[in-house]
């Protein structure tokens, strides 16, 4: 597994978007199958592959763009690309959360990449999550995102 920086930068971001892909390539059948709420739809792990595949290569654009200078692509850029990409390819309820989580990290990352920015960053995508849902239920992804912006 590549060894990411101590503070978030673009580069972390695309390896981030990279290794995410990877596991819900790996994963995307088995969440398929457990899929239950709030109908049985089988297709959550498909949705969220889907999503996570636009964010990367929105990211990967980034990076593209910056391929004949010497400079990697600024922290922001990569996170607001991120956040996009997933808004843009966001596939069914799952994909449009996991949208949202990201756009509401990115609103936070792009002023900072830091462990305090992270907590922060964490806590405003569970808020922005949670109020992109008409009836928000307990035991979803939401409260997976609410107990990781409280630990």
């Known amino acids: 597994m590549p060894q990411l920086p101590d503070d978030l930068n673009a580069v972390a971001v695309r390896t981030w978007c990279s290794l995410a892909l990877e596991a819900l390539g790996r994963e995307r059948v088995e969440i398929d199958a457990i899929n239950v709420y709030p109908i049985a739809d089988g297709d959550t792990g498909t949705n969220l592959y889907l999503t996570v595949e636009s964010a990367a290569a929105a ?27 997933a808004l ?10 996991l949208a949202q989580l990201l756009r509401g ?18 806590a405003r995508a569970a808020d922005a999550a949670r109020r992109a849902v008409a009836h928000p239920v307990e035991g979803t992804v939401l409260t997976v995102a609410t107990a990781a912006a409280e630990s």
Do not use: Y
């Open 59 to 85: 990211v990967e654009a980034v990076f593209a763009a910056h391929e004949t200078g010497a400079t990697a692509p600024a922290t922001a850029d990569a996170v607001r690309a991120m956040a996009h990409g």
């Open 105 to 122: 990290m990115a609103g936070v990352l792009v002023d900072g990449g830091d462990a305090a920015h992270l907590s922060l960053a964490l």
């Open 88 to 97: 843009i390819g966001a596939r069914g309820n799952s994909g449009t959360i």
